[in-house]
């Protein structure tokens, strides 16, 4: 275990009393209730010192940001919340303006995976003039991609020099097919764009999920950091999608044995620092 408090950058929770997620009707044991109880019994033996909530709908965000913002009246973990947001609307800057009211919300993320995202929406006028928008309001830009958009992603946050953003799950590597080479890449491609930072989170789940070891994640791993550095990187547990196939002490560990022999410094930066001084966070150093 670490000799610090852990931030992680990258969890959820949804009550299905409260929302409802019609992407979890067809998601097997997500398909229930996961509450920020539940999510603190996964870091049993583990300090953590702050989270940050990622949206889960693009049905009822508005709802989903105040729900999370009362959580956060109990639970004083929660020190961030990243909502959805319909960066190509005309509205969006009203949509900004809003979220700015409430202090926990820190970004915003606009999934950029599907085919109608790939070559069209990222790079198109409308999403360039309300990523634009983001500083404006002291917002950044949580990008979740896939290897196959690096490339427009990268045109687009050439466009937007003043935007911060941090790209989720590594762009969600192919480990279970073999797919290092085109997503490292990528990925190089990338790290080159100094305004773009990089979550470690995501990798039990694109490995082979009843197969993987840690030989499996460790290239996927090393070389995030290689190419981003140490000041670039934050640990996300990816909660509870990664309990598809272990829990958070098991990532934890993990992460442990490929960073074993590192300085308390730069695993301070990638498992706490990192993340509060991109997201802004209200932690005391």
């Keep these: 275990m670490f ?21 979890l009707d067809t998601r097997g044991i997500l398909n229930n209730t996961y509450l920020f109880s539940d999510y603190l019994k996964q870091y049993d033996g583990w300090e953590l010192e702050a989270s940050v909530y990622v949206e889960v ?7 989903e940001a105040d729900w999370v913002s009362e959580q ?24 900004l303006a809003r979220m700015q009211k409430n202090p926990l919300i820190k970004g915003v993320r606009r999934m950029l995976k599907k085919a109608e995202s790939r070559e069209q929406l990222c790079v198109s006028a409308p999403f360039i003039k309300g990523m634009r928008l983001l500083p404006k309001y002291n917002m950044i830009y949580d990008m979740g991609i896939v290897p196959e958009i690096m490339d427009s992603a990268c045109e687009m946050i050439r466009q937007c020099p003043d935007v911060k953003f941090v790209v989720e799950h590594c762009a969600e590597p192919d480990i279970k097919g073999g797919g290092f080479d085109f997503w490292a890449e990528g990925m190089t491609k990338m790290s080159a764009l100094d305004n773009v930072y990089i979550k470690l989170s995501g990798f039990l789940t694109k490995a082979d999920r009843q197969k993987w ?6 290239p996927y791993m090393e070389y995030a950091v290689e190419k981003f550095g140490y000041d670039r990187v934050m640990y996300g547990s990816d909660w509870p999608p990664v309990i598809q196939v272990a829990d958070i002490k098991t990532w934890l560990e993990i992460c442990e044995q490929v960073f074993e022999g590192e300085s308390r ?6 498992f706490r ?9 209200d932690c005391g150093e």
């Design 3 to 23: 000799s610090f408090p852990i931030v992680d950058s990258h969890f959820h929770i949804w009550d299905l009393n409260n929302l409802r997620y019609p992407w």
């Design 72 to 95: 956060a009246k109990t639970y004083n973990q929660i020190k961030g919340v990243v909502s959805w947001g319909k960066v190509e609307d005309p509205d969006f800057e009203a949509d």
């Design 265 to 270: 410094g730069n695993l301070e930066k990638i």
């Design 213 to 218: 070891t840690v030989d499996d994640l460790r």
């Design 273 to 281: 620092k990192n993340a509060i001084s991109f997201y802004g966070l």
């Design 57 to 63: 709908t693009s049905t009822d965000y508005k709802k």
